[in-house]
C-alpha cells in the first residue's frame, strides 16, 4: 500500500491519501483509492477501479466508480490506446478517451 500526506491549500487540512493494487491475474487488476480527511474525520475521496491491460493492442480499459463529498458517487469508463511512431516501436503516442 502507498500512502501519503497530503495539505490542501483550500480546504487547510491535512488528509491521509492511500492507494492499492490487486492483482486479478496477469492482465487485470483491481484499484483502490481513498483520502481521509482529518478535519472532519470521514473520507472525502474513494475510488474504485477494474483495469484490463490488452498488450497486443497498446491498450487499456478501465471500469469503476469514484466517491467525491462534493459530486457523491459517478460511474466510469476510461480507455487508453497507444501508436507506435516509429517501425521500431521505440516511440509512442497514447490516445485517452
Not at 492482465?27 to 472525502?44: C, F, K, M, N, W
Not at 467525491?68 to 487508453?80: I, S
Request: charged share 25%; glycine share 8%; aromatic share 14%.
Amino acid at each position: 500500500m502507498e500512502t501519503s500526506l497530503r495539505y490542501g491549500v483550500d480546504s487547510k487540512a491535512l488528509k491521509i491519501h492511500a492507494k492499492e493494487r490487486f492483482a486479478i491475474d496477469f492482465i487485470t487488476h483491481l484499484q483502490v483509492y481513498g483520502e481521509l480527511d482529518t478535519r472532519i474525520g470521514a473520507p472525502s475521496y474513494v475510488s474504485a477501479m477494474i483495469r484490463h491491460f490488452y498488450p497486443y493492442l497498446f491498450a487499456s480499459l478501465r471500469v469503476g466508480l469514484q466517491y467525491d463529498k462534493h459530486e457523491k458517487v459517478r460511474y466510469f469508463v476510461r480507455g487508453k490506446k497507444g501508436f507506435p511512431v516509429t517501425n521500431d516501436g521505440l516511440i509512442n503516442d497514447k490516445l485517452q478517451c
